[in-house]
Structures are given as structure tokens and as C-alpha cells.
């Protein structure tokens, strides 16, 4: 199996780079991730010690992104539309934690959970 090193640079806490990676990565089956987040790079240095922290990765035999090994390895059906609502629900989110009340956002996201679950028992048991 093969082994990448993948980085999610951030220029604030990177849990939406995350989310967003983590979701492009399966698409990548047989290759196994060792991922690292690089929160709050908001500076130039910063952005320099992360290329530098990069490159020795590679230079280390962690190779190319698994992105440029073919371009047929991502699925651009399930990657464009995985992007555009990590980035639509991070910024709806965060903008409505503000204003609705913690007990309705709880109960909405137990309802969205439930649904998710058994849809996957569905897919998982289904014909």
C-alpha cells in the first residue's frame, strides 16, 4: 500500500481544510494518508516554514501529492460538490452559531445525524 503525506495549511484553526480534505481523500483508494494540519499560517515567514517542512517531506521519499499521480485519481463529480458544501455549511454555520440558540443547532444536528445513519444502514444492508 502506498503511503502520502498530505498537509492542510490554514490561516486560521484548519477544521475546514480538514473536513475538506478528509473528504477528497477517499477518493484515492489503496493509498494510506498521514495527515498534518498547519494552523494559522497568517504570515510570510510562516508560509515559508511550511514549504520548507513540505519539501523535506518530499525530499524524504513521501514523493508527489497524490493529486498529479494521474488525472483520472480525483473524481471531479464528488470533489467539486464535497467543496462547495464544506465551504457553504462552514460559512452558513458559523454564521448562524451566533444567532440561533445552542439547544435548536443540537437538536438540528441530532436530526441530520439520525438521517445520515440511516441512510448508511440502508446502503449497508440494502439489496
Given amino acids: 500500500m502506498t503511503r502520502r503525506t498530505i498537509y492542510f495549511v490554514s490561516d486560521g484553526t484548519g477544521i475546514t481544510a480538514q473536513t475538506l480534505g478528509h473528504s477528497l481523500l477517499t477518493q484515492f483508494e489503496g ?3 498521514n495527515q498534518v494540519t498547519l494552523p494559522f499560517v497568517d504570515t510570510a515567514a510562516r508560509a515559508e516554514e511550511c514549504l520548507a517542512r513540505i519539501a523535506a517531506e518530499a525530499a524524504a521519499g513521501n514523493g508527489r501529492p497524490p493529486s498529479s499521480t494521474g488525472p483520472s485519481d480525483l473524481m471531479a463529480t ?3 460538490p464535497t467543496a462547495i458544501g464544506v465551504f457553504a455549511g462552514a460559512s452558513v454555520g458559523s454564521r448562524a452559531s451566533g444567532r440561533i440558540d445552542a439547544r435548536i443547532l443540537r437538536g438540528l444536528f441530532v ?3 439520525v438521517y445520515t445513519a440511516i ?3 440502508i446502503r449497508a444492508l440494502g439489496p
Avoid: H, P, S
Wanted: zero cysteines.
Fill in 111 to 113: 436530526v441530520v445525524m
Fill in 31 to 33: 493509498v494510506e494518508f
Fill in 119 to 121: 441512510l448508511m444502514a
Fill in 78 to 80: 464528488v470533489a467539486a
